[in-house]
């Protein structure tokens, strides 16, 4: 009797469990990029230099087609190019990987952050997950570069 008791407690957990880890997931996710912008908008001022975010599958340059979903990348942009690549190593502050199953998109395919404490537009990212709309995140950038997280409206995302 204890055993089926266990059982069925189990089975009933499971659900909100998996929920709880996809929430957990994601917002890490979230946080992660918010970091990223957080640091690129800091060294800007700091250094004087245009600082810029882009997709990333390797770790080691940007990858335009590749989308969001694998990783990022953020370094020093020493050029002025639509599709801007790192130089050298030493440029790279900070290159992330995404260890979850979420499809990341993003309004623009590359973000700058200038010195002068201007971002070059503003811009948004989805955050969605298996678990559809209902739970999906958005990230704000400001013209300023300020990051704002924020439920995303239920029309805007796209399951995987």
């Not at 952050?113 to 997950?129: A, E, P, Q």
Request: hydrophobic share 35%.
């Amino acid at each position: 009797m204890t055993i089926a008791l266990l059982g069925l407690l189990l089975t009933l957990s499971f659900p909100a469990m998996h929920n709880l880890h996809s929430t957990r997931a994601m917002r890490t996710q979230v946080n992660d990029l918010v970091h990223a912008i957080h640091l690129a908008r800091h060294t800007a001022l700091i250094s004087g230099n245009t600082i810029t975010l882009c997709p990333s599958h390797d770790g080691n340059r940007c990858d335009y087609d590749a989308g969001w979903n694998d990783g990022w990348l953020l370094f020093t942009d020493a050029g002025s190019a639509l599709r801007p690549q790192v130089n050298s190593a030493g440029d790279v502050l900070l290159s992330h990987r995404t260890s979850t199953p979420l499809h990341i998109s993003a309004n623009r395919p590359v973000f700058r952050l200038r010195s002068y404490g201007r971002r070059s537009t503003n811009g948004t990212f989805m955050f969605c997950d298996p678990r559809g709309r209902v739970d999906a995140r958005r990230l704000v950038i400001s013209y300023t570069g300020k990051p704002r997280a924020e439920p995303a409206p239920p029309d805007r995302c796209v399951t995987t």
